[in-house]
């Protein structure tokens, strides 16, 4: 088919399209403007909403994970892990963590970071919830300048900074079984516990930081005394078995416990990191109390197994001392051995400080020697086989002085009693050592075979035999006897029976026939007692009674 065109004229009457020009800008250019302008106030907004960027540093990533894991404070959610990495040389965990702008101002220096997850101690099972949710990073806001980079703790601190409270400081030069979380207690109950621990500057000792929580916190003042409450304490000394235990928490865990004098007295409590010893008991704390005291010297010529330093010192029971030194000094030049002993006397235990000011402190005990004051030892305890120093008078002992040419003076020592008593025992064997004693045993031999002779010979048979002969006359003397007196007593009898009936009870013959009875009474009595006689001495048939003994 052949395609028509319009002709010449047919085009010349097509009307033209007048074209007019605009000025400005089109409005379809608005849209990506308004679009660009919102992106930039979200953009704006979104940075100024986001907070800040933090990396804490961990020693293992156990349960983290990178968009999962929350940052909480008081179990609000605050932010969100972004990467879990390993450092550079492997020896530590980095985490990174985007944060609200609202904790930005908390992030400072000494702020505190770590892992909560399920944990059991000595203080209790913690993190319980985490079972189901899963660990989070925990935080404790610190004091000091803005900070981006952190060192997480290893454990969760046992005190955080919104718990009230006081931090106190104890040194002691062995810590013994108190770990970190262990309790604090005053009078049994629990008000604090340790933070830390660590060696002293000086490499001398330790340092131990505790938290008292408030209000007893109060109770701390500058007088204050700390000591050892873990697990049992057992001693044994002169004094016997003594076993203390604070509590079955401080047993398992250990613990410190405190006390402070004077606590019902006006006192202001202690500054915060006031500095305490920490003893090693209660028992050393008492001894500390006694400030002052005063060396002397003891020789003792005997044993002294069981005496140790740190053995007490008595008077009358007392103790007002104890035992610092036990030493053994050998002089070959004068062949001699020489046990001395330094003990310690505390004055404030007997009442002496007073007297010692502006005087000698040995003047008094110079007296007292010269009275006659003298050390003893003496067993403390049977079962350990403990020593004590013994103090007291020994009037019967040599006079003496109390000797001041030492270093020490030295109070002049008696034998101990066990000595003593050995010393009895050996004069008594040396004075029966000193006895003639084969003589006297062959003086005894002699007399022992002289009487066995008397006994075995025939004179003292032939006397054995005549005595039986006696008695079996003497036993039918008095049978004889017997069947004849037998039948005038019951002749007797009858006779005062007749008389009864025909005397009345009030008559002269009444009368008369009763002294009689009693006569013949008596008359019976008599010969019984002579036929008992002559049955236990029938000799005397033939000697008579006064060959009787």
């Known amino acids: ?55 804490v540093v961990f020693d293992d990533a156990e349960g983290l994970e990178a968009g999962k894991t929350r940052v909480k404070y008081r179990n609000v959610e605050v932010g969100l892990v972004d990467e879990v990495s390993l450092s550079e040389d492997l020896s530590h965990i980095v985490v ?49 300048n803005s900070a981006h980079d952190f060192v997480g703790l290893p454990e969760p601190p046992p005190i955080t900074s919104r718990v009230p409270g006081t931090q106190f400081v104890l040194r002691t030069d062995r810590l013994g079984p108190i770990g ?6 005053y009078r049994n109950i629990a008000v604090g516990q340790v933070l830390a621990y660590r060696l002293a500057e000086d490499k001398q000792g330790l340092v131990v930081n505790i938290f008292v929580d408030a209000p007893n916190d ?17 001693s044994l000394g002169a004094d016997g078995v003594d076993v203390a235990m604070e509590s079955l928490e401080a047993l398992l865990a250990g613990g410190i416990a405190f006390d402070t004098p004077d606590i019902s007295q006006p006192g202001e409590p202690a500054a915060a990191d006031t500095t305490f ?23 003792f010529d005997g044993s002294v197994r069981g005496l140790r330093p740190g053995s007490p010192v008595e008077f009358r029971g007392m103790q007002i001392g104890a035992v610092t030194d036990v030493r053994l000094e050998i002089d070959a030049a004068q062949d001699a051995v020489r046990i001395p002993v330094t003990l310690e006397i505390e004055p404030q235990r007997i009442g002496m400080e007073h007297e010692a000011e502006g005087v000698e402190p040995y003047t008094v005990i110079a007296a007292l020697v010269e009275r006659g004051l003298r050390a003893q030892l003496k067993s403390g305890n049977l079962l350990t086989g403990e ?19 030492g270093t020490y003076p030295e109070i002049p020592a008696v034998p101990a009693q ?9 004069t ?20 022992v075979q002289g009487i066995d002779s008397l006994v075995t010979s025939p004179d003292t048979r032939g006397t054995i035999a005549a005595l039986n002969q006696s008695a079996v006359r003497l036993d039918a003397l008095i049978g004889t006897l017997d069947q004849r007196v037998g039948p005038f007593l019951i002749q007797a009898q009858s006779t005062l029976a007749s008389a009864d009936g025909v005397v009345g009870a009030n008559s002269q013959m009444r009368y008369d026939l009763n002294a009689v009875l009693k006569e013949l009474t008596g008359a019976a009595r008599s010969i019984r007692v002579f036929a008992d006689y002559l049955e236990r001495h029938p000799e005397a048939l033939l000697r008579g009674k006064a060959g009787v003994p």
């Open 1 to 55: 088919m052949l395609e028509e065109h319009p002709s010449a004229l047919e085009r010349d009457e097509l009307p033209e399209v007048a074209v007019k020009k605009r000025r400005g800008i089109s409005l379809v250019w608005l849209i990506p403007l308004v679009a660009g302008a919102i992106a930039i106030w979200l953009g704006y907004t979104t940075l100024q909403e986001k907070g800040p960027t933090i990396r």
């Open 96 to 144: 990174t963590a985007s944060l609200d702008k609202s904790v930005e101002a908390h992030m400072k220096e000494g702020t505190q970071f770590w892992i909560v997850r399920p944990r059991i101690g000595f203080g209790g099972v913690s993190g319980l919830g985490t079972l189901l949710s899963g660990a989070y990073v925990e935080f404790d806001p610190g004091a000091g």
């Open 180 to 185: 970190r979380g262990a309790p604090v207690y």
């Open 218 to 234: 109060q109770l701390v003042r500058p007088s204050s005394r700390f000591w050892n409450a873990s697990g049992i304490n057992v």
């Open 277 to 299: 010893p920490l003893f090693a008991s209660f028992r050393d704390v008492t001894e500390a109390g006694y400030t002052e005291r005063i060396p002397y010297l003891v020789e």
């Open 387 to 405: 020593l004590l120093v013994d103090l007291d008078f020994h009037p019967d002992s040599p006079p003496a002085k109390l000797d001041r040419s």
């Open 418 to 426: 066990l000595e003593a008593l050995t010393a009895s025992v050996t």
């Open 428 to 447: 008594v064997l040396n004075k029966l050592a000193a006895l003639p004693l084969p003589e006297l045993v062959e003086d005894l031999r002699r007399t």
